[in-house]
């Protein structure tokens, strides 16, 4: 079974869950392209890196989820691609098993791709089957905020879209997630 990103939930809502999610590790690597194509434009040199394109040839398991976000400079980075273009940034990560101490980590060879931690962090999140398309992220995303705006929640950082499945998966039972953080709880 893959290993899954670690995180509490703290809070469960009819239409969305608060996580706090555990301090992790991520490879990451900037692509452009549209909110379709940017998983598989990043695919290749990340999974390189896991499976041994480093400094000291280890691999390492892959784990889920898969995360994307726009590099757009909005607030809640729900603005998936360049005015006009279809064209877009994108950062897209891999969490990295929960035991990957960054500054341990193999070093990639590939300059594109780097490894960072990423702190605790508490955000709101639904779950979603269904195409990894930039309609229906986006609609889910207005669902969310709508949801949370609702229950005097706010937004901390931009919007991502985490995947947990392969591409061969039917679309029917994939399994998808939008995540918006929010600022930690008092107390």
């Given at each position: 079974m893959t290993e899954?990103?670690?995180y509490d939930v703290v809070r469960t809502e009819p239409t969305y869950e608060?996580?706090?999610y555990h301090p992790h590790a991520v490879a990451e690597i900037e692509v452009d392209g549209t909110f379709e194509s940017a998983g598989s434009a990043a695919f290749r040199p990340l999974v390189g890196y896991i499976g041994g394109r480093n400094v000291g040839g280890d691999?390492?398991?892959m784990?889920?989820?898969v995360i994307q976000r726009s590099d757009a400079p909005t607030a809640l980075g729900v603005?998936?691609?360049t005015e006009g273009t279809g064209q877009g940034k994108f950062i897209v990560s891999f969490v990295l098993p929960a035991d990957t101490d960054p500054s341990r980590a193999p070093v990639p060879t590939d300059d594109r791709v780097h490894v960072r931690m990423v702190d605790e962090e508490y955000a709101a999140v639904t779950r979603f089957s269904g195409r990894w398309t930039s309609s229906s992220y986006s609609?889910?995303?207005a669902e969310l905020i709508a949801a949370l705006d609702a229950d005097g929640l706010s937004a901390a950082g931009p919007t991502r879209f985490a995947r947990f499945d392969p591409p061969?998966?039917?679309w029917f039972k994939r399994r998808n997630e939008v995540v918006i953080p929010l600022h930690a709880p008092a107390g």
């Open positions: 899954e990103q670690r608060v996580r706090r691999s390492m398991a784990t889920a989820p603005e998936t691609t609609k889910r995303v061969w998966t039917p």
